[in-house]
């Protein structure tokens, strides 16, 4: 599976934007995925992640509310919908997938996109 991330941008404060994550490959359906953000010097953090099926979904406490990940396994492309944007939320975006759903550390992951930056201004 490769992934492609797309979507990132410059944004206001209280703002939107929606992050897309492009698969390739026939498998894409048989993976969860997960979105994870990292800044500069820190460790990357998980975000939220969506079930193969797309039933089931999971958020880090920081993004819950705010944030929600759904998937169109017919394009093979999961999204990330952030509305209430804060400043704190700037950081370079990836998604990923993985063979079990609801997982939260980097080793979980098999497969990387490149990373999106989404920058929130105050």
């Known amino acids: 599976v490769q992934l492609q991330a797309f979507g990132g941008g410059l944004v206001q404060a209280g703002g939107s934007l929606r992050l897309s994550c492009a698969a390739s490959?026939?498998?894409?359906?048989?993976?969860?995925e997960g979105w994870f953000r990292q800044a500069p010097g820190k460790e990357r953090e998980f975000v939220a992640a969506?079930?193969?099926?797309?039933?089931?979904?999971y958020y880090a406490d920081s993004v819950k509310g705010r944030f929600t990940i759904s998937r169109d396994n017919a394009k093979n492309t999961v999204y990330l919908q952030m509305n209430s944007l804060k400043p704190e939320d700037t950081d370079v975006y990836y998604c990923?997938?993985?063979?079990?759903?609801?997982?939260?550390?980097?080793?979980?992951?098999?497969?990387w996109g490149q990373g999106t930056l989404v920058t929130v201004s105050s």
């Open positions: 490959g026939s498998t894409f359906s048989r993976y969860a």
């Open positions: 990923a997938a993985s063979k079990v759903f609801g997982v939260t550390q980097t080793y979980e992951y098999d497969y």
């Open positions: 969506i079930s193969w099926s797309g039933d089931s979904t």
